[in-house]
């Protein structure tokens, strides 16, 4: 109004200026009720204009008094609005401490104000999960199922519920009511993998994949790991079936974890193992050099070497080398120079290529490693010491996924299962064989250990089997 008052001011102004500079004033008269007035036309104006913001300003105060119980009311909502949010913040806070009692007060006050129904009832729930008032929490967790916006926080709270009562048939149940809501939840999906992972039920898991991945719940990246690593699982339960057509599917479902992810070495071990046994060593050779160059893994090479068997020490040690140059700058592909110089019996290279490895960590395989270059170059007192060092070292994750038979990720159905849910989210490998402190493959050679005057030993480059004993090495056996 005040915007409005001004322009037509300017306007009037204008106006009596207009009249003023033509010098013809001009005269207007008026007559009410037997009156007259006679009178410029200018002071006609200005008379007019104020009369006319008289009456607005009294029709403006009419509004004011006529409205103030609204303003009232607004007021009073607003301030409960404020104090409602004040205790819902509290009381989260109270629930983020642990403080149950606090928050279940916060939350009771909170609902008398009933200003945020939903937040209210959240916090209901949380803050009787703090106080350990199982009932009560799933009261406040069921009612949130009658309103369609709180159905996902609902069976996510019973879900929870459920799990630390041990009811999982009935943790399972909310999980798939809520994933079956049109609009569904990352948390729902994953339990339901989870609980088909653990019954070994891989196909219904590539199917859980497929519908949340359409569904837009798990971005591709995660839906194509959990696949690879899916059909990757499946194929080792089918890799011993005494058919042959479960053998071919096997090795069809490892190609195809292989395809969709270099980086996943139990699926690509697979693939070549049975490519292998089909006589195909090219696609083989291919699906290990391509995983070499995504993610290099000691059961990689390991298997790259036995691809063949009926090849000379120089002949396996070109191929050796022809696999480490795929990625020559990665620590695994500096391991494998040394292992091919001691397959040719080069003293001098494996000490050289020994040399590129003193900047890492040692654990038990690098002073297993370096302890054979030592000892293959005649350097006797330093293989001793690097063997004491190795005593005493770390074992490497990676290493323990070969088996004391040297057979790679030989993991039971469980293990699997958990691979399945690491490797999707975060593409990592998760290691059950090192977390178990299963034995492995050895990692330190066997080395006389008096300091006697003993000629050079011939160092086998090949790998030993482990013995639990680690302070009295026993004679190991070596692998084929």
Known sequence: MIRASFVLLLLVAAAVGALTLAGEPGRASITWLGWRA????????????????????????????????????????????????????????????????????????????????????????????????????????????????????????????????????????????????????????????????????????LELVKSALDRRI??????????????????????????????SLARDQAVEAAKLQPAFAPGVVMAARLLAQDNKLGRATAALESAWRARPHPALWLAYRDLKTDETPRQRAARLAQLAAVNPTHRESLILYVEQALVTGDAAGALSAARALEPEPVTARIAGLMARAAFAAGAVDEARMWLARGLNAPPEPDWSDLDPEGRAFAYHASDWARLVITFAETGDLIHPRHERRERTLRELPDLPIAYANAGPMLIEPVLYAVDEDYDQPEAGRPLP
């Open 38 to 205: 006679d009178m410029t036309a200018a002071a006609a104006i200005l008379i007019a204009l104020g009369v006319g913001l008289l009456a607005a300003f009294i029709w403006r105060m009419i509004l004011w008094v006529l409205g103030a119980p609204r303003r009232a009311e607004r007021a009073r909502a607003e301030a409960r609005r404020r104090q409602t949010l004040d205790l819902l913040g509290r009381g989260f806070v109270a629930v983020a401490a642990g403080d149950g009692s606090e928050a279940l007060r916060l939350s009771k006050k909170a609902a008398e104000l009933a200003e945020a129904p939903g937040l209210v009832r959240v916090l209901a729930a949380q803050s009787a999960e703090a106080a350990g008032d199982v009932a009560q929490a799933q009261a406040a967790y069921t009612a949130m199922l009658g309103f369609p916006e709180m159905r996902l926080a609902g069976h996510r709270g019973l879900m929870q519920l459920a799990l630390g009562q041990g009811a999982r048939e009935t943790a399972l149940r909310h999980a798939q009511e809520a994933y079956g809501e049109k609009r569904s939840a990352r948390w729902a999906w994953r339990a339901i993998l989870e609980a088909r992972l653990e019954a070994g039920d891989w196909e219904g898991g």
């Open 218 to 247: 798990v971005p591709p990246v995660v839906a194509e790991r959990a696949r690879a690593a899916l059909l990757a699982a499946s194929a080792a339960q089918l890799e011993h079936a005494p058919e042959p057509r479960a053998r």
